[in-house]
C-alpha cells in the first residue's frame, strides 16, 4: 500500500505542477490581452486560450485539493460521533467522490467522441476541442483514482492520508 501510495503522490503532485504552468500561461494570455488591448492590438484568440486552459487550471487542481483536504467538509456533528463511525463516513465521501469524478470522466468522453465526429473546434483559433476533452478526462480519472485509494486506506487501515501534512 506504501507503493501505491508514494506513486499517487507523485502524480497528484505533477498533476499539480500541470496546473501551475496552466495558471501561470493563463495569467500570461490576460495580461498579454489587457496590454495588447490597451495599445490597440489585442492578442487574437486570447478567449479561446483561456477558456481551453481553464480545464488544466481547474481539474488538475481537484487531485491535490483532495490530497490535502481541501474539499468543503461540514463538521458540525463530528464530536459526536466516534472516530470509526467518523472515518467510515470519510471513506464513504471519498469513495461517493471517486464515482462522481469517475461519471464526470465518462460523460466528458462520451462528449469527444462526439467532438471527434463533428470536428469541433475553438471558434477563432480553430483549436481541436477533444485535446481537452481528452485532458480533462486524464485529469478526472486521476482524481477519482486518488479518492479511491484514500477511501481503500480509511476503510482498511484507518489511515487519512490528508492528516499526515507534507506530501513526499
Request: proline residues 1%.
Amino acid at each position: 500500500m506504501q507503493a501505491t501510495r508514494l506513486i499517487a503522490d507523485r502524480l497528484i503532485n505533477l498533476s499539480a505542477i500541470i496546473g501551475s504552468v496552466g495558471l501561470m500561461a493563463e495569467m500570461g494570455i490576460i495580461l498579454t490581452d489587457v496590454i495588447g488591448r490597451a495599445a490597440g492590438v489585442p492578442l487574437y484568440g486570447s478567449q479561446d486560450l483561456v477558456t481551453m486552459t481553464m480545464v488544466f487550471v481547474v481539474f488538475s487542481g481537484m487531485a491535490i485539493c483532495d490530497r490535502t483536504g481541501g474539499h468543503i467538509a461540514i463538521d458540525v456533528f463530528e464530536r459526536f460521533f466516534s472516530n470509526r463511525f467518523n472515518r467510515a463516513i470519510d471513506a464513504l465521501s471519498a469513495a461517493l467522490g471517486a464515482i462522481i469524478f469517475l461519471a464526470i470522466a465518462w460523460t466528458v468522453y462520451e462528449s469527444a467522441k462526439l467532438s471527434i465526429m463533428l470536428n469541433l473546434a475553438t471558434n477563432l483559433l480553430d483549436l481541436p476541442k477533444v485535446w481537452f476533452q481528452w485532458a480533462l478526462c486524464a485529469l478526472a480519472v486521476m482524481t477519482s483514482l486518488g479518492m479511491a485509494l484514500r477511501a481503500v486506506e480509511l476503510g482498511f487501515s484507518g489511515r487519512d492520508v490528508r492528516h499526515d501534512g507534507l506530501m513526499r
